[in-house]
């Protein structure tokens, strides 16, 4: 490490690094000017991620000789493009342009450009302007005393305006009296006008309605239009008229105010309200001394039910009055209606509803339970499958297998997941051979060589992962054991040949035994086998293996013995294809019992003629069965529904499957991870640039790290 070099990043240019990592250093050599971004050193920001790994941050401008080479130049003149700096006497000379806040003592030459808070006591040579160099704010004039101010004044204001020919706002909770005013074509006060007791004078005249300002903007607000010579006030967003007293008149006019006239009378037309005293006459109406016939004309309103002889009506028992509401009837025998509307006491003979809904439960390995159907309607629930991971040890649902541990699963024969735990990812493996000490295995540093050995040849092929292994071409052996194909023209052996392969030749002599542990292939026209006792361990005779249809399996079967003298007929089990393909004996059948379909009908029977099927239809199965009811059903076939787990097979030589389980022991999520690269907070594979480290005997050492250019 004595000998390290650490080179940040750098540019011999003058443009800035687009990205740095969080705390990554850059530098550019390039002439630095305001201009561009030369002569200076960047930092990489914060960026987004919290523990400053990898964060790409925008550059940050922290020093450089750009910075140093104006620090150098710095005076107390007035130099432009240079630093200024407090001469011997704690003065400096230089022109501000922008904001200026606190004391100036002094004399200020030159433009003030900008916005200035706080008191400047001394001389003021030149005007002020406003922030956006365009608007003057104060003129300062020729003697000291006609400077010209431009703009609001926020504050009391003393003294005479001769004139103001613009708007004037007026702020403030208390304003010193304005003396004088010459004529003001606008005033705006934020606050109470209050004037003299007596001798105001505000106009409030405007030409015609049309010229009103905004009912909504003045709420409140009075105005006089001289086009309809009506005042009119602002509220509910309009502007209301204001009556006048000679709008009202005592005459019989409608839409217009009531006067009366001079003799205190006034003339009416309809009145529609209770008049209260005695009417010394009424044109039409009833009075309470009438007797007889009442007229429609005579009636004014409505009658009373006490003035009718018949005022209730009778339905059934319940008597009603007139205008009257009754909610139920008594005595009704029967009634009829298109339709009625509520609830009915009572049976029904028939029903389109139960009265009480019904429900359907299921147990076992499903839970289901259906709603409470009354028959108006199908009914649809989800069936559940019952929890088989519930919490307790290794059978935690959850996410399993990472970079480092491969997930290992217990299926119940169900296909149910019943139980999920992890295992480390082994990283050795050990090896022995038939001769020599077993060994251990690194899988990722280790090469594992196969070698060859007497009439043996291996080769391998990168392109293709391929390891062969061969015999070479005349091969001498004293002993052969075959556990693979052996293929030859001539094979003679004297002894004993095992054979766990294939043995294929034109010739086979064998003098001894011969042990075949492979398949026996025999394709020539007869096999004829002398032994006394044949012994076949395969529960399965296979005849005629190449025949697929009933002509060619047709007289097929097996024979016992040859026919023989006095018209003996051998034994046989033969098929033949005729009335459907059946299988024919020419002896008699004894049997214990017969199992399957009997042609023709039985005086009983313990199953349905007709079986019934029942559907799984919803839920996390799907599928069918049906019954005869002559037994208990078992082994029902059910589909599980798919939980969105795409069929795949998932982890490699390099990826570490990941699945998660519901709590029902289905896989709802699968993927694969690959076995990650190291980090400072994750194991895993590391390489080094062998231009800036070096590795010898395992140990690793730093020549020079280096930033690069950009």
Do not use: C
Not at 164 to 191: D, F, K, P, R
Not at 196 to 225: E, M
Not at 307 to 315: A, E, P, Q
Not at 433 to 456: F, P
């Amino acid at each position: 490490m004595a000998n390290s070099t650490l080179k940040i990043k750098r540019s011999s240019t003058s443009i800035a690094p687009a990205v740095l990592n969080t705390g990554e250093l850059a530098y550019t050599f390039g002439t630095g000017t305001d201009a561009n971004q030369g002569g200076r050193l960047f930092v990489g920001g914060m960026g987004t991620n919290s523990d400053l790994q990898s964060a790409l941050g925008a550059p940050i401008v922290i020093g450089g000789k750009y910075f140093t080479d104006m620090v150098d130049a710095a005076t107390s003149v007035g130099t432009n493009n240079t630093i200024v700096k407090r001469d011997g006497t704690n003065t400096a000379f230089l022109n501000i342009t922008g904001n200026s806040a606190g004391i100036h003592t002094g004399a200020v030459t030159g433009n003030v450009t900008g916005s200035v808070t706080g008191n400047v006591t001394g001389d003021l040579i030149g005007d002020v302007y406003a922030s956006n160099g365009t608007n003057k704010i104060l003129e300062a004039g020729t003697n000291g005393t006609d400077a010209i101010f431009y703009g609001s004044v926020q504050g009391s204001i003393a003294g005479n305006a001769a004139t103001a020919t613009t708007a004037i706002t007026v702020t403030g909770s208390t304003q010193t009296a304005i003396t004088s005013v010459g004529t003001l074509t606008g005033l705006t006060v934020n606050g109470a006008i209050i004037g003299a007791s007596v001798g105001n004078i505000i106009p409030f005249y405007f030409a015609d309605q049309a010229a009103f300002p905004s009912a909504v903007t003045y709420h409140g607000a009075i105005a006089h239009s001289h086009a309809d010579s009506r005042m009119y006030f602002a509220h509910g967003g309009v502007w209301n008229a204001i009556a006048n007293s000679s709008d009202a008149t005592s005459l019989n006019t409608a839409s217009a105010t009531v006067a009366r006239d001079a003799s205190g009378n006034f003339t009416a037309g309809t009145i529609t309200a209770a008049l209260v005293g005695n009417a010394s006459s009424v044109t039409n109406g009833i009075y309470s001394t009438d007797t007889g016939t009442v007229t429609n004309a005579m009636l004014a309103g409505s009658i009373a039910n006490g003035k009718l002889s018949n005022s209730t009506v009778t339905i059934g028992d319940t008597v009603t009055a007139l205008g009257a509401t009754s909610t139920a009837f008594t005595g009704l025998t029967s009634v009829t209606s298109a339709a009625f509307i509520g609830a009915l006491t009572g049976n029904a003979t028939t029903a389109t509803t139960l009265a009480s809904g019904r429900t359907i439960a299921i147990t076992g390995d499903i839970a289901y339970t259906s709603p409470a159907f009354n028959g108006a309607g199908d009914v649809t629930a989800a069936a559940t499958l019952t929890t088989v991971l519930d919490g307790t040890l290794n059978k935690v649902p959850g996410a399993f297998g990472s970079a480092t541990s491969i997930p290992v699963v217990t299926v119940d024969a169900k296909g149910r997941v019943t139980a999920i735990t992890t295992a480390a990812v082994a990283s050795t493996l050990s090896v022995a051979g038939s001769t020599g000490s077993a060994g251990t295995l690194n899988l990722l540093d280790d090469t594992l060589t196969i070698a060859a050995g007497t009439n043996v040849t291996t080769s391998f092929n990168n392109s293709t992962d391929t390891l062969t292994v061969g015999l070479v071409a005349s091969p001498s052996f004293t002993d052969v054991t075959l556990t693979g194909t052996l293929a030859a023209l001539t094979v003679t052996a004297t002894g004993n040949i095992t054979a766990t392969g294939n043995l294929a030749g034109q010739d086979l002599a064998v003098a001894g035994n011969a042990t075949i542990t492979g398949n026996l292939i025999v394709n020539g026209t007869t096999t004829t086998v002398s032994s006394t006792t044949v012994t076949i361990a395969d529960r399965n005779l296979q005849l005629a293996p190449a025949a697929n249809s009933d002509v060619g399996t047709d007289g097929g079967g097996l024979l016992v013995g040859v026919n023989g003298p006095g018209n003996y007929i051998a034994p046989s089990l033969l098929y033949t294809q005729a009335n459907g393909g059946r299988w024919n004996f020419n002896k008699d059948l004894n049997v214990a019992n017969v199992y399957g379909a009997l042609k023709g009908n039985a005086d009983t029977a313990s199953a349905w003629s007709t079986a019934k099927t029942i559907y799984f239809a919803t839920g996390d199965v799907s599928g069918n069965f049906s019954t005869d009811g002559s037994a208990n059903v078992s082994n029902v076939a059910l589909t599980l529904a798919n939980t969105g787990v795409s069929a795949a097979s998932y982890g490699d030589s390099v990826t570490i499957p990941n699945f998660t389980v519901n709590a029902k022991g289905l896989l709802t999520a699968a993927s694969s991870t690959a076995i990650p690269n190291a980090t400072i907070s994750v194991k895993g594979l590391a390489s080094f640039d062998s231009t800036q480290f070096t590795v010898t005997a395992g140990a690793v050492a730093i020549s020079t790290v280096d930033g690069g250019t950009y």
